[in-house]
């Protein structure tokens, strides 16, 4: 998930007089930038379904994909045991919504006839399939806007193959509320102390810092892949040249773009690296951190320290 540390410098000059295949890369220490602005945020969906044909222990799958993947993944699920034709499910789903990439949603809704059969292996084989609803977050969103059903997303169910006299299975509805904090705005500022060089013919570090969001791709045993973690740099700090206690000036960032509606808890992965002006910048080392040990730092009016680990 690491990039090169070119990647992250951008282009550079070069000397003058030298051109063509020959040019030798000759770089004046970058400043400090914004790699990756996060325009998305984090939307709470509830879901209700109205009119059943039957009453009973109701299970709804929600399952999600972007528009261009061909696969729907699970996300989760929520029970109701009031037995009613009109059940409200206590579950809120989180999921991160951006206007550019069409997030898609399906609800797949089951009554439960064995409900011994939810741990086995085949947990939705024995219920009956009551019908489906499939919607984007942006329909969500627009609902929640226009206000018509009190901003409640309403869809019938369908079924794949209906059967003839058979009573219409319902209507699923759908809630979005759209979560503040995901705009909130972290201000703090980097430094570090015994930073090394990482040359033998340079006295001093030249250090920076390459601020990341994380990504876990969760393993896939029949596909054979692993668990992997990707870093998604958001923000590189200013060169300190020529020291090993760099302090960096103070940058800001949204929850959004440091953690990307994952939660308070969710891991940012800070990287250091030695700038060189004629070569390949070389990696220090890294730092894990959350936004909630960040903010209990602050709460209480210290200072956050994590050692850096290759």
Same mark, same amino acid.
């Given at each position: ?16 007089? /030298?051109?063509?295949?020959? /040019? ?144 219409? %299975?319902?209507?699923?509805? /759908? ?66 040249? &020529?020291?090993?206690?760099? &302090? ?28 060189? &002006? ?28 994590? %050692?850096?680990?290759?």
């Amino acid at each position: 998930g690491r990039r090169s540390p070119d990647a992250l410098m951008g282009a550079s000059g070069a000397k003058a007089g /030298v051109a063509g295949d020959e /040019v030798e890369r000759y770089r004046i220490s970058p400043l400090e930038e914004v790699l990756q602005a996060e325009y998305s945020t984090t939307v709470f969906i509830s879901v209700r379904i109205e009119e059943l044909a039957k009453p009973g222990f109701i299970r709804v799958m929600v399952y999600t994909k972007f528009a261009f993947e061909p696969r729907w993944r699970e996300f989760g699920y929520t029970d109701s045991n009031d037995h009613s034709l009109s059940p409200v499910f206590p579950r809120v789903f989180s999921v991160d919504f951006r206007v550019e990439m069409l997030k898609m949603l399906r609800f797949e809704v089951y009554r439960i006839r064995d409900q011994d059969a939810l741990t086995s292996e085949d947990p939705l084989g024995p219920q009956k399939f009551v019908g489906t609803m499939t919607c984007t977050v942006t329909d969500v969103m627009v609902a929640r806007g226009k206000g018509h059903n009190s901003g409640w997303l309403v869809k019938n169910l369908l079924q794949p193959l209906p059967m003839p006299g058979q009573p219409e %299975p319902g209507r699923l509805c /759908v809630y979005g509320e759209e979560e503040h904090n995901s705009k909130r705005v972290l201000g703090f500022v980097l430094a570090a102390a015994n930073i090394k060089s990482t040359d033998f013919w340079k006295s001093s570090a030249d250090p920076y810092c390459v601020v990341n969001r994380t990504v876990v791709h969760e393993a896939d045993p029949e596909e054979g892949i692993d668990e992997d973690i990707e870093c998604i740099p958001i923000y590189r700090t200013e060169v300190a040249r &020529r020291t090993g206690r760099p &302090r960096f000036k103070a940058m800001e960032a949204t929850a959004s773009q440091l953690v990307g509606g994952k939660g308070k808890d969710h891991e940012i992965i800070i990287e250091v690296y030695d700038w060189f &002006r004629v070569s390949t910048d070389k990696y220090i080392g890294e730092s894990v951190m959350t936004i909630e040990e960040i903010s209990k730092a602050f709460r209480e009016s210290r200072p956050l320290v994590k %050692p850096i680990c290759v």
